[in-house]
Each structure stands twice: as C-alpha cells, then as structure tokens.
C-alpha cells in the first residue's frame, strides 16, 4: 500500500493503499502516524463523520451480497461491506473502543467532491500497485476512492478479489486523521499487524478489525470514551416516519439532536434527517422523537451540540409504509407443519416476523418484496387461518390465507433405543383413523394383518398398542420401552392405518436396532 502526496497549496491529501508482500519485520509499539491539521470534530455541524457510498464498481463481485444483516440495516452489497468497515472505528466495539463513530448515510447520487464524504470506485485503473486512496483535507470533508483495475469483492466470507470492507476500513482510518503506521510495526502475522500499514496482506480481509496501534492512535486523535458519553441502550416504538421512537439511554443532555440515516450529501445548514432541539425526560434516560419523513433504514445517534458529543449509533429499519402481503404461495399444506409457503408483497424488513395461525413460522429468508419461512403445525385439519408480517412500520394480515388439510401416511421415531430407554413412535395421516403400531422381529405376522419386512419368521416379540386413533391432527404418538435384558439387532417398526372398513394400510417397516 503506497502513499503519495500532492502539495499542500491545492488543499488536497491523497494517501492509499498498495498490494504487496509483507516481510517479517520486528514490531514495535505506537508506531501509528497522523496527518496534520485537524480531525473530524463535531464542531460547525460534525457532519464530517458521514459515510456514503456511490456504487459504481464495475465489478459483479463487489455487490453480489444479498444476505441482510440487522446489524447494518437497509445496506447490501458494497454499502453493507462499506458501512461494516466503518463500523470497526466505533466506540461501540471492544475492538476499537475509544471516542468516535460514524455516521451511515446510505446511498451515494454521485461520486461526489474531495469533501463529500463519498466512498466509490475510482471507474479507472491507478498506477503502480496502488489498491485504493483517500482525499482531503479532512477538516471539511474527505473522499475515497478504489481503483479499478482491481478485482473487488463485497464479502462476507473469503473474498475472490480484494476485499472491499478490509481495504475500506485502512482508507476509513486516514479521513479521520490517520497516516501509515510506521515500517517497524508491520511485519509478522497478517491477523496481528495494524490495519493502518501501507501494504496489504493477501486480499485484505484480515484487516477487518482494529489492533492495538490502530486504536493508540485513535485514541491520540480523539481520547477514550469519556464518562458523560451519551449512550442509546434500547429503542422502542413503531419505526414509521411520522411515528414516535423512544430512545432509552444514559447522559442524555436536557435538549438533544436526534440524527437518522437519510441518504443526503448535505453537511450544513439544516440537516434533512436531524430532529433539532428534543429534551430529554427521565432525568436524561429518555428522549422521544418523531421520526422524520426524511429518514430511512439505517443508524439512528444522539447529538449534544452543548458538550459537543455524539452518542453510539444504533442500527433502525425505517420506512415510510407498513408491509403489505400480495399472495401467500401454497395457500394449504398438511396439519403436521413443515410445509414452505412464499409470501410476495413489499415493504418488508430483513428481520420482518411471519405468523399463520398466531404461531411463528420460520423464516428461510427475508427481502424487501419476499419472505419464505416454515409454516408451524396446525391444530385441526380443516383449520382455516390467517398469515401476518409484523415490523417496526406496522404489521399486515390475510385473513384464511392458508388451510390446514390431511397429512400424507408417514411414521417416524425418535429417542435412544436402548433397553429400559423411552422412543416415541409417531404415525401420520389423515385424521380420525384407526391406527395399530408394533415392533417386532423381521418376518413376524402381528394382529391387524401387519406382517414385519424381512423375509424369515423369527419368535413373537411384543406388539406395543391397538385402538389407537390420529384424531384433528391427524397424528398419534405412542411411547415404548425395550425391557431390561431385551437384547436384539435389527428389530422392525411397523405403523398401521386404518383407511376403510377393515381396510389397513401398511406404513412400512424402519429398522431398528436395540443397543445392549
């Protein structure tokens, strides 16, 4: 990782990151080096501390992720890889630790100016081995830039290029005042060495997280958390522009600014996203704020311009509409559960609830216009419920949207086979039928015409219950136990339905064998 310098009369600092091999370099500590002039304070409006991304990455790699993560609301692909790097400088985490954190403003209409707080690709090559820059001066702004002859990859896992959010986390660290750590402190182990070294090691990744020197030096610039630090432990309301969120907390000053997320590049006057001038209650534990039209899914932070503070940066899923369900994809399925519906509609969040019947079904994954999720068991065939997803803006339900209908005929067993050891034996299939379930050796005739699944008749073992009935749910469990000293390999479970008049259906036979 290279750095180079323009002179100081344009007002512009350009320093980066170069792609090279890491020599085993004896280490030494606070080795970290800044830049002159000042750093990112929250004086004059404290909008510095933005975080933006314009996502013009040519590569398909470098926005290729898909999965939603609650921690980084409403961001994927390079935004989420972008907003993560950010967050490794957060008082927040162990990690880093000292007094400072972002603030994430989403989306990017442009690249932006050299004080736009913008993070994007550079759309062309850059000499020599050179990952990635960052420009200045950082008193008023700053820019970043990667370059694009190289490969980029979003994560979250192994990237297959340079990884976006590690090389961002290394130019993140120089808008807010940083320079390379010196030589001395950067050979060695990858995982140990300061994420603010001029080179990389391998593609990255490793410097996803802060090491000693990077947080020495964070500290130098911007002192450890102080103890009146305004702090947001918990939020609570309906996360709907317009709505009232409760923010519960600790140092909160008597009048307080509330900052969301809202995608502007705007970074004077009055901040579309700011709630100015909200007291606090509770003796500065709580502030409660209407959520402005403005504000989108994000991080949400307390501001004190009077001690010149901001707090943590909580995560918050906003939007300006409640969820709406268009179609539930199959509407019916079988009362033993298990069956995955589709749910298309809009507005949904990552971490949206999904209900039928009251139950919570399992989600299998969550984007803004899909859900599919697990549907719970029912409580009787026939059953006719409705399907609701619950968020922070409000909840929808269909009414009758699914229908619980007959289970397939199917058995199963579950527990420890051991003698004197309980296994239930559970039989599925259409409600209120007979049902006559055994076990015994291979080839064994039992009652009911049930006939075991080997070929060869060994001696009677023990049949386990008759008169058994699925009734509304088409299910019956019956609990056994092999006596103490009944010892056998491969015994045969059976299950039985009755389907007419006299007419039983074999289930089939699983093997079991009994441990001695």
């Given at each position: 990782m290279h750095s180079s310098s323009i002179p100081r009369a344009v007002a512009r600092l350009v320093t980066g990151l170069v792609a090279a091999s890491v020599l085993a370099l004896p280490g030494v500590l606070n080795a970290f080096t800044t830049f002159g002039g000042g750093t990112l304070s929250l004086s004059s409006g404290g909008f510095q501390r933005d975080v933006r991304v314009f996502e013009n990455f040519a590569d398909p790699t470098a926005n290729d992720n898909l999965i939603p993560d609650d921690d980084y609301p409403g961001a994927l692909g390079a935004q989420q890889a972008i907003w993560k790097a950010a967050a490794a400088w957060g008082s927040h985490l162990p990690s880093a630790g000292k007094n400072f954190d972002y603030d994430w403003q989403g989306s990017a209409s442009s690249v932006g100016g050299?004080?736009?707080?913008?993070?994007?690709?550079?759309?062309?090559?850059?000499?020599?081995?050179?990952?990635a820059f960052a420009e200045g001066p950082i008193t008023n702004g700053w820019r970043i830039r990667f370059c694009e002859n190289r490969a980029w990859d979003d994560g979250p896992g192994a990237p297959s290029g340079f990884d976006l959010q590690g090389v961002g986390v290394h130019e993140l660290g120089h808008t807010l005042g940083l320079g390379h750590s010196q030589p001395g402190n950067c050979g060695g182990n990858c995982f140990s060495r300061p994420v603010m070294c001029s080179t990389v090691c391998t593609d990255g990744s490793e410097e996803r997280g802060l090491k000693a020197d990077d947080r020495a030096g964070l500290e130098f610039l911007y002192g450890t958390i102080p103890g009146s630090k305004p702090e947001i432990i918990g939020i609570s309301g309906t996360f709907q522009t317009g709505?009232?969120?409760?923010?519960?907390?600790?140092?909160?000053?008597?009048?307080?600014?509330?900052?969301f997320t809202a995608g502007t590049t705007q970074n004077s006057g009055t901040i579309p996203g700011v709630v100015y001038n909200v007291p606090s209650t509770n003796g500065g534990t709580r502030v409660q704020v209407t959520i402005p039209s403005s504000a989108r899914s994000g991080n949400v932070f307390v501001w004190q311009p009077s001690s010149n503070r901001l707090s943590n940066g909580v995560p918050i899923y906003?939007?300006?509409?409640?969820p709406v369900i268009f179609t539930v994809v199959p509407g019916t399925g079988p009362v033993r559960g298990g069956t995955v519906i589709t749910i298309s509609g809009d507005h949904f969040f990552p971490n949206a609830?999904?209900?039928?019947?009251?139950?919570?079904?399992?989600?299998?994954?969550?984007?803004?216009?899909e859900i599919t999720a697990v549907v719970p068991p029912g409580s009787a065939v026939g059953q006719s419920v409705s399907?609701?997803?619950?968020?922070?803006?409000?909840?929808?339900?269909?009414?009758?949207?699914?229908?619980?209908g007959e289970n397939p005929i199917d058995f199963t067993w579950n527990g420890t086979p051991n003698p004197g050891a309980n296994i239930t034996i559970t039989v599925y299939?259409?409600?209120h039928r007979d049902v006559a379930v055994a076990a015994g050796t291979p080839g064994?005739?039992?009652?009911?015409?049930?006939?075991?699944?080997?070929?060869?008749?060994?001696?009677?073992?023990?049949?386990l219950n008759a008169n058994l009935n699925t009734g509304p749910t088409g299910r019956v469990d019956v609990v056994w136990a092999g006596l103490p000293g009944e010892v056998f390999d491969q015994w045969n479970l059976i299950g039985v339905i009755k389907v007419g008049p006299g007419t039983f259906q074999n289930l089939g036979c699983v093997p079991l064998t009994v441990l001695p």
């Open positions: 050299s004080n736009d707080n913008t993070v994007s690709s550079l759309g062309s090559s850059c000499s020599g081995g050179t990952l709505s009232t969120l409760t923010l519960d907390g600790l140092d909160f000053a008597s009048t307080v600014n509330v900052k906003v939007d300006e509409d409640p609830r999904v209900e039928v019947g009251g139950l919570t079904a399992t989600p299998l994954q969550r984007t803004e216009t399907v609701r997803v619950t968020q922070g803006t409000g909840d929808h339900e269909v009414p009758a949207a699914w229908l619980y299939g259409p409600s064994e005739t039992q009652a009911l015409g049930m006939i075991f699944c080997a070929e060869s008749p060994f001696p009677f073992v023990r049949k």
